[in-house]
């Protein structure tokens, strides 16, 4: 064959091959990934919750949800500022600090980029010690062994602000781990730990499986509390309903925080009003996947969204627009 006609078969191969090949990369998905928590955790059950309600739709808009078991909101957050993912949980407070580049993060700048998807549930602080250790009130885990939880987790960030306005610093403490959510009940109940703590909705299977091993729940109360309550709108109080529980049969007062979906400007707009639309529109199942979840409402997790103090994606606000949200 003449090399004319070689080159002239090479370049028609090739663009054959262009011509079939660029159907089939527009026809893969693009994945999605969404930062949670432990497995055990509500954040890893909501995830889980999106990322079906997202892939029931995959055939409309070629997106592929997937869910990552992480040590919480801060290490989402910090996944998010790296671009390694596009969608994690946090709740408001831990948020709202890496926005500002304050408390855990001050030595990591304002995260100008942070946006909120949408708000859900509120997550309770709470606290379970020992019967034998004699614990009255929060004051009273001074001189204990507690678990403060790993570095990045939605427990340290919320755990490390609640010693800073008692004035307490690890060193004040018999003993300090750094167990994840699952961990620490283990050593709850191998008598490891005097004290645990979760932000969490109620009920909790963690929270009853320390309570069942000889654990009560702590008031988390008094002039230090109700100023940080006062002092930032991120924390509402908030009581442990009794009756909850075994054995708890009265209120137990403590505070709250707001758990948000969020995540950032390097995340398109499609993909978020497309997260943000299977959620709403399938809110329905979306409350199958957690007790957390179960009271949800559209109007309440829109104010809830819109009163976080954190940017909106432009995505979510487009859908809000689109539905007069």
């Known amino acids: 064959m003449p090399m004319t006609g070689l080159r002239g078969l090479c370049r028609y191969l090739s663009l054959g091959l262009l011509l079939f090949a660029a159907p089939l990369a527009v026809q893969a998905d693009s994945i999605i990934t969404v930062g949670t928590d432990d497995h055990t955790g509500a954040y890893y059950r909501g995830g889980g919750g999106i990322c079906s309600l997202v892939n029931a739709s995959r055939s409309e808009h070629r997106m592929r949800c997937r869910v990552t ?131 969490s909705s109620h009920p909790s299977r963690d929270v009853r499986d320390s309570l069942r091993c000889d654990g009560e729940l702590v008031a988390i109360e008094g002039a230090a509390v109700n100023r940080m309550i006062r002092d930032r709108d991120t924390y509402s109080s908030a009581a442990i309903p009794g009756g909850i529980y075994d054995g708890v049969t009265e209120d137990v007062p403590t505070y709250s925080v707001v758990t948000l979906l969020l995540s950032a400007t390097h995340t398109d707009q499609q993909t978020i009003y497309e997260v943000t639309r299977a959620l709403y529109e399938g809110l329905a199942d979306f409350r199958g996947w957690h007790a957390a979840f179960e009271e949800l409402d559209t109007t309440s997790m829109v104010e809830r969204t819109r009163a976080s103090g954190i940017p909106l994606h432009p995505g979510a606000e487009a859908y809000f627009e689109d539905n007069d949200l």
């Open 69 to 199: 078991s992480t040590a919480g909101a801060a290490d989402n957050i910090e996944a998010l500022r790296r671009g390694r993912w596009e969608l994690g949980f946090a709740s408001n407070d831990i948020a709202r600090d890496a926005l500002q580049g304050s408390g855990a993060f001050s030595g990591d700048g304002d995260f100008t980029g942070l946006r909120v998807v949408t708000a859900l549930d509120h997550e309770t602080v709470t606290i379970v010690a020992r019967a034998a250790a004699g614990v009255d009130g929060v004051r009273d885990l001074e001189g204990l062994r507690l678990n403060i939880g790993p570095a990045g987790s939605t427990q340290r960030a919320v755990l490390s602000g609640l010693m800073q306005v008692l004035g307490w610093a690890e060193g004040d403490f018999a003993d300090t781990r750094s167990l994840t959510q699952t961990e620490q009940v283990d050593a709850f109940c191998n008598d490891e730990l005097d004290a645990v703590m979760f932000v």
